[in-house]
């Protein structure tokens, strides 16, 4: 029976025995480091998806450009007007030998839900065509557009 009491009572202020556990520091600690991690960590992973998504309109601006040059030495044309990504999947009336579709599926939209902007002839591109994304702001004429032109 002593042995039980030795067991039970206490040592230098803490119970000996087979009470295990971690203090309020000890985890109040651990929540500090976890916290500073986070807040190192997190900020760089959203900066990578951002650039995911522009590496994403740049891939998906250089497809169109694949199509559109198929297309052009098929009919002798880009397709000309706002509307021209359309022509890239429904034959135009003037276009003799069309062998499309020259996308395999319907027209995306941007990584930041936006329609991508064509226009024939070009402003930018004034043999060609001007192809761009608003980029993450959806504002036209910004620094973060993404074309298929040298943006200043």
């Known amino acids: 029976m002593s042995e039980k009491i ?8 803490r119970y000996q025995g087979s009470q295990k556990g971690f203090t309020l520091i000890e985890m109040l600690l651990v929540l500090v480091i976890l916290g500073t991690l986070a807040a ?18 740049e891939t998906q601006i250089s497809n169109f450009e694949t199509s559109l040059d198929a297309f052009e030495v ?31 599926h319907s027209i995306p939209l941007d990584p930041w839900g936006n329609a991508y902007i064509y226009e024939c ?18 504002q036209k ?6 074309a298929n032109w040298e943006i200043n």
């Not at 030795?6 to 202020?13: A, E, I, L, R, S």
């Not at 190192?40 to 309109?57: H, N």
């Not at 070009?122 to 043999?127: A, F, I, L, T, Y």
Request: hydrophobic share 25%; glycine share 16%.
């Open 74 to 104: 098929d009919n002798g044309y880009y397709p000309e007007g706002d509307e021209g990504l359309i022509e890239l999947l429904e034959q135009p009336e003037n276009a003799k030998n069309w062998k499309g579709p020259y996308l395999k």
């Open 121 to 138: 002839p070009g402003s930018n591109n004034e043999n060609g065509y001007d192809l761009m994304s608003m980029g993450p702001d959806g």
């Open 6 to 13: 030795k067991k039970v009572g206490k040592k230098g202020g």
């Open 40 to 57: 190192i960590v997190i900020p760089k992973f959203a900066g990578r998806s951002e650039q995911a998504r522009i590496t994403a309109a």
């Open 141 to 146: 004429g910004t620094e973060d557009d993404i």
